[in-house]
T-cell receptor, first 117, second 113 residues
């Protein structure tokens, strides 16, 4: 199983809502990532978890709150978002911790398309 | 700071044509370079990964080359098909910026039947 799953596929929320994005993998990967991608732009790294611990936070606003409850799950909690946060949110995982090996491939999920009204 | 540039930004070719997509990066101290495919509104699919010690990788009709010293990579697609229509992203992982993977903006490919 080389699949990374993400739910929901689509999400529409108001600026006062609280919602969560979910990502799951069962490949035994110990590194998991959140990326944000705007239309016709490359993915931009938001967070990296290595062995269930947050290792990189790319100065992401606190209205985005990541959580890694176990080695297979990664959540992104959303609160008080702005319309400019509308984007495709991609989750990825890789076999080895982020900063240790040159050879791992990142496996990406299909993404959650988020629209903030 | 690593910067990744892809040329052209968009490309339209007739079916059956061989084509080359280009990727350049500013910092040659990379660990690997990866080519991804992304269909509209979808996630990324890894096509080929080239380690820093390698010069090229092949998978089916795809061939990717890496010239680390000049900061360049190419993705060669042979006998293109309409199903190859997608955005192709180049991404490099290096020692600068905390071992992050930095993506190019992609080349949008359209193969006409």
């Amino acid at each position: 199983d080389t699949e990374v799953t993400q739910t929901p596929k689509h999400l529409v929320m108001g600026m006062t809502n609280k919602k969560s994005l979910k990502c799951e993998q069962h490949m035994g990967h110990r590194a998991m990532y959140w990326y944000k991608q705007k239309a016709k732009k490359p993915p931009e790294l938001m967070f990296v978890y290595s062995y269930e611990k947050l290792s990189i936070n790319e100065s992401v606003p606190s209205r985005f709150s990541p959580e890694c409850p176990n080695s297979s799950l990664l959540n992104l909690h959303l609160h008080a978002l702005q319309p400019e946060d509308s984007a495709l949110y991609l989750c990825a995982s890789s076999h080895l911790p982020y900063d240790r090996d040159s050879e791992e491939t990142q496996y990406f999920g299909p993404g959650t398309r988020l629209l903030v009204l | 700071k690593q910067e990744v540039t892809q040329i052209p930004a968009a490309l339209s070719v007739p079916e059956g044509e061989n084509l080359v997509l280009n990727c350049s990066f500013t910092d040659s101290a990379i660990y690997n370079l990866q080519w991804f495919r992304q269909d509209p509104g979808k996630g990324l699919t890894s096509l080929l990964l080239i380690q820093s010690s390698q010069r090229e990788q092949t998978s089916g009709r795809l061939n990717a080359s890496l010239d680390k010293s000049s900061g360049r990579s190419t993705l060669y697609i042979a006998a293109s098909q309409p199903g190859d229509s997608a955005t192709y992203l180049c991404a490099v992982k290096g020692s600068t910026g905390g071992f992050k993977t930095i993506f190019g903006a992609g080349t949008r490919l359209f193969v006409k039947a």
